[in-house]
T-cell receptor, first 116, second 114 residues
């Protein structure tokens, strides 16, 4: 199984709503990532979890709150978002730098988020 | 500073023609190099990667890339493109440590003419 599964595929939310994005992988990867991608742009790294601990936060606003409840799951909690937060949110996973053959990030299909 | 440059925002190629997408990088050490493909509204799929060894790397879907240290390049090639190859292609540089991060190029959109 080399899949990273993200739910939901599409999400429309108001600026006062609270919602969560979910990501799951069963490849035994111990690094998991959230990326944000705007149209016609490369992905921008938001957060990195390594061994279920937050290791990188790329100065992301607090209205985005990540959570890694276990080694297979990664959540992104959303609250009081702005319209400019509308984007494709991608989850990825990888091994944690254990060797060349393991160093590959597997991406989910993304959640298309629209904030209205 | 580390950076990745994809000089072509978009490229149009006729179906059946050959393809070369350019990627140049600026990196202090030996880079780990990747090419990813993204179809519209989809996630990213790894086409191929270079870590060390043979500088000509074979990937999936008939793609290959050549690492040229002297030119700081990692260009992607395919001898004959298919309509299904129309997508956005991203080159990325990585550093393997305890936190695996990628530096991304801006992407090249491949358009296939029938």
């Amino acid at each position: 199984d080399t899949e990273v599964t993200q739910t939901p595929k599409h999400l429309v939310m108001g600026m006062t709503n609270k919602k969560s994005l979910k990501c799951e992988q069963h490849m035994g990867h111990r690094a998991m990532y959230w990326y944000k991608q705007k149209a016609k742009k490369p992905p921008e790294l938001m957060f990195v979890y390594s061994y279920e601990k937050l290791s990188i936060n790329e100065s992301v606003p607090s209205r985005f709150s990540p959570e890694c409840p276990n080694s297979s799951l990664l959540n992104l909690h959303l609250h009081a978002l702005q319209p400019e937060d509308s984007a494709l949110y991608l989850c990825a996973s990888s091994q944690v730098g254990t060797g060349e053959d393991d160093t590959e990030a597997f991406f989910g299909q993304g959640t298309r988020l629209t904030v209205v | 500073a580390q950076s990745v440059t994809q000089p072509d925002i978009h490229i149009t190629v006729s179906e059946g023609a050959s393809l070369e997408l350019r990627c140049n990088y600026s990196y202090g050490a030996t880079p780990y190099l990747f090419w990813y493909v993204q179809s519209p509204g989809q996630g990213l799929q790894l086409l191929l990667k270079y870590f060390s060894g043979d500088t000509l790397v074979q990937g999936i879907k008939g793609f290959e890339a050549e690492f040229k240290r002297s030119q700081s390049s990692f260009n992607l090639r395919k001898p004959s493109v298919h309509w299904s190859d129309a997508a956005e292609y991203f080159c990325a540089v990585g550093e393997v440590d305890s936190n695996y991060q990628l530096i991304w190029g801006a992407g090249t959109k491949l358009i296939i003419k029938p």
